[in-house]
């Protein structure tokens, strides 16, 4: 049975699709994992991915992701997956198409391919236009050309990029995810993102040792998004986010859900700046 806390990528017995019950989707998600081999270039302290380690996404079957692509959202459509899987009425239907999975996915060298085979599967099955495709990223690819080449096709497909952006200071980047990079690099591939695909900025919010995001850093946060307005870039909106399912990384103990109050507090603070926040316990 699906569940909001229950998004292994074994669940429907395939290599890189996956259904999902998503809070931000809004219903069924189907995700697409390109990082077979659990591995990323970030290690973020909150990351579900068992076994995760350092690295770049494997070589993708293409041919492989197109046939279970195609099988598992004609099921969806025309077959009892629904019923099977007991989910309520009103998350029946599919929201999305989620680029994911267990790592950096436009780490693959085949992504503007890996792009271009789920443009044409939604056209064969009548989608197109219909349904979103979302590509859920750290943004450290988007300065490469292939990547770039994707980004540009994705949009074409009605897509849209969820960029992360756990924190606006170095040290917070670092303790968070893992990464020393620097603020404007950050700010850089951001721009970029925005300027070839619609974007929407997600950050996660939990305590750390029993206390939420520290002030200093909200205050960091809020200079980087007023930055954003005033550079007039085109992003779409913040959503924040919480932990719905329990760290595998060594700080999982260290981790906890912050209090919605606080959560619905800091979305103000975000929505004073003018810009549109989403929120997602």
Not at 9 to 21: F, K, M, N, Q
Not at 63 to 90: K, M, S, T, W, Y
Not at 112 to 132: F, H, S, Y
Not at 200 to 211: K, N
């Amino acid at each position: 049975m699906l569940t909001i806390s229950n998004h292994s990528r074994d669940s429907a017995g395939l290599t890189y699709v996956y259904p999902v019950l998503s809070r931000r989707a809004g219903g069924l998600s189907v995700g697409i994992n390109l990082n077979t081999n659990n591995a990323c270039n970030w290690r973020c302290v909150y990351c579900q991915v068992p076994g995760l380690i350092r690295g770049n996404a494997p070589a993708i079957n293409l041919d492989q992701l197109e046939r279970e692509l195609h099988a598992f959202l004609d099921e969806v459509l025309h077959g009892d997956f629904f019923a099977v899987n007991r989910i309520p009425a009103e998350n029946q239907m599919i929201r999305d198409i989620a680029i994911s999975g267990n790592g950096e996915p436009t780490t693959a060298r085949e992504f503007p391919e890996v792009i271009d085979l789920i443009g044409r599967v939604i056209t064969e099955l009548g989608m197109a236009g219909q349904i979103k495709i979302v590509l859920i990223t750290n943004g450290s690819f988007v300065n490469r050309s292939i990547v770039q080449k994707g980004l540009v096709r994705l949009a074409e497909l009605n897509g849209e990029i969820w960029f992360k952006l756990d924190s606006a200071t170095r040290a917070g980047i670092k303790k968070i995810n893992g990464v020393s990079i620097s603020v404007d690099s950050v700010r850089r591939n951001l721009r970029t993102a925005v300027r070839l695909c619609p974007t929407w900025i997600q950050t996660c919010i939990f305590s750390l040792d029993g206390l939420p995001t520290p002030n200093a850093e909200r205050e960091a946060y809020i200079q980087f998004i007023e930055g954003l307005l005033y550079e007039c870039l085109p992003v779409r909106g913040v959503m924040l986010y919480g932990l719905a399912r329990p760290s595998l990384q060594p700080e999982a103990a260290r981790l906890s859900v912050v209090a919605g109050e606080w959560m619905d507090q800091f979305a103000e603070q975000i929505r004073q700046t003018g810009i549109v926040v989403k929120v997602n316990q």
